[in-house]
């Protein structure tokens, strides 16, 4: 019971992370019809710059310097979002197959670079002392860090949703997820729109990069990939373009994950995402929820 | 004619490097025919054999698959471990990885082909990584049953060789492929699959075909790594080598006659000197600021893909050419 628990538990922590990549993907998808490659780079970008504050702070303890550190990495993972939208997407509106190839490029050169400067081993980030302890649940001992990221991954979901459904800039995205010419045709300009989906996909991103710190206890430059691609799984299971699908999928993926790595053999995890993703596509082409920015 | 002399007589070239004892300074670190360098050449060949075989599904049928890699690394890890757990000889491990680079992507095109545009790629993406995780389970594959003349430092040439008529080999196929009658569908395919769909074709059997061609010249792709590499890597089988494929492709020119070709040669050669070059003295005078990145092939690489897709959109093959924009690949996503 107690192994059910903690893999439960472990598993929501996990689908906070992959939601939080998922999320972003999926509005810039449903918005602009980029699939965005470089959005593991966001993540990279973010811890790290969260990692690198932390080593320059000294002085203060533990728990304020990460708090510090990470609210650094979620300011550069946003401003390099909106960056690489204003600098490396906007001259190539309309041609798609361009864009997603700039963003494959953009993630390569990051990734490289990453390693180029701080080598691939992963670095240890210094993390606050309660984040190691555990929390004993219905006989299961938690780490306290899962608690973390579900809380995080649900405050971003529901202020995701209420962004959508409540401010005029929410109904611009929704409308433009499902008709873009339209909106466009009514004389708003979406491309400011395309700039902060871009600037929200790289907070959330930054943010699953902090959190990934707290969950591996380290950064390092491969993992934005690694986790990328289950992040692209959940968003085609979920269905493209729509927050809630997302959330679902996020957190199903992650604990088909869980269960099959521990009560199958490790590796199996990730063999039965791609299972459940063949068979979700065979009977329901569009993923869970139709397209629709909800 | 006067098309075919110069194709001709560069493979004929090409054919007699390892009796050539010429030394080209900058280029290659030692003489055309030492086995550090024909090494170098037989995997620029591959590769750009391999990049073909890409640019039959990317560039020509307007698929955008991103996971090519998985059929390569069939061709690798099944031809390995045919031989090396399952003891069979050389010629028998070949022929059942051949038949295997069918059936593999007739099942896996078949499910795959059923959604199209990012949702092709990202189940192609998934199959892959299904792929990888299973080639990291047991990364463990070396040779012991190549025939002899495949082995040994003094047969590299053979090698060479052998990744000269694969990279030609793949190319013939290739063009009389897209030549064919079903080649045409798949560029108007690529160009406008709902016309394809009007004039009464099924375009999903053409997708399908394109896709099963392509992934067996991949799989015997593998194999000629295999006995080039006299083993495997579990690199080749992620997702992040179809990107290498992918960006050799585009770098190139994507669903143009010599592009791919060009492109594979230009990156694999690029991707191993590249180190060495950032070593020279020029560079490691320079700042760190410069050389760290510089050191870094990946970065560089990264580096020229985006600016090839912002300043030489057709790829190397059509520089200085009237730009020709292949507007349909636009339609594939």
Known sequence: MSTVVLLIITGFGLGAMYFLIASGLSLIYGLMGVLNFAHGAFLTVGSYATWYTETKLGGISVAPRFVLAALVGLAVGTVFAALVELVLIRPLYGRHIEQVLVTVGLGLCVTALASAIWTNDAKFVSLPRWTARTTGVLGASIPNDRWLEIATAAVVLFALQLFLRRTRYGLIVRAGVENRAMVTALGIDVRRAFTLVFAIGGLAAALAGVLSALYFGTVDPQRGTSLLIFAFIVVVIGGLGSIGGTAIAAVVVALVQQFANYYASSGMGDLSVVLLLAVVLLVRPHGLTPAAAT | ?333
Request: charged share 10%; no cysteine; proline share 5%.
């Open chain 2, 1 to 333: 004619m006067k098309r075919l002399a110069i194709p001709v007589a560069l493979v004929a070239l090409l054919a007699f490097a390892p009796k050539l004892a010429v030394d080209i300074p900058v280029l290659f670190k030692s003489s055309l025919d030492s086995p550090g360098t024909l090494q170098l050449l037989a995997l620029m060949l591959t590769f750009a054999g391999l990049a073909f075989t890409y640019d039959l599904l990317f560039g020509y049928t307007g698929l955008l698959s991103f996971g090519h890699a998985l059929y390569f690394a069939v061709g690798v890890y099944v031809a390995g471990i045919a031989m090396t757990r399952w003891h069979w000889g050389f010629w028998p491990a070949v022929l059942f990885t051949a038949a295997l680079g069918i059936v593999l992507p007739l099942v896996f095109g078949a499910v795959s082909l059923r959604v199209g545009g990012i949702a092709f790629a990202m189940v192609t993406l998934a199959f892959a990584q299904a792929g990888s995780v299973l080639a990291f389970k047991n990364p463990g594959v070396d040779y012991t049953k190549l025939p002899s003349g495949l082995v040994g430092i003094l047969n590299t040439k053979h090698l060479y060789w052998l990744a000269l008529a694969y990279a030609v080999g793949v190319f013939l196929i290739g063009r009389w492929a897209i030549n064919s009658s079903p080649g045409r569908v798949w560029q108007a395919i690529r160009e406008n699959e709902l016309r394809v769909e009007v004039l009464g074709l099924r375009p999903f059997d053409f997708k399908l075909m394109a896709f099963v061609l392509a992934s067996f010249l991949a799989t015997i792709g593998g194999i000629v790594y295999l006995v080039l590499i006299s083993g495997a890597s579990p690199e080749v089988t992620g997702p992040s080598f179809t990107l290498a494929l992918l960006v050799m492709v585009v770098i190139g020119g994507a669903g143009s006659r010599w592009g791919a070709l060009v492109g594979g040669l230009v990156y694999t050669y690029l991707d191993h000197r590249l180190a060495d070059l950032a070593g020279s003295h020029a560079i490691s005078t320079l700042p760190s600021v410069l050389r760290t990145p510089l050191q870094e092939p990946l970065f560089i690489l990264g580096l020229v893909f985006i600016l090839v897709v912002y300043f030489a959109p057709g790829g190397l093959a059509r520089l200085g050419r009237i730009r020709r924009r292949p507007a349909a690949l636009e339609e594939a996503l």
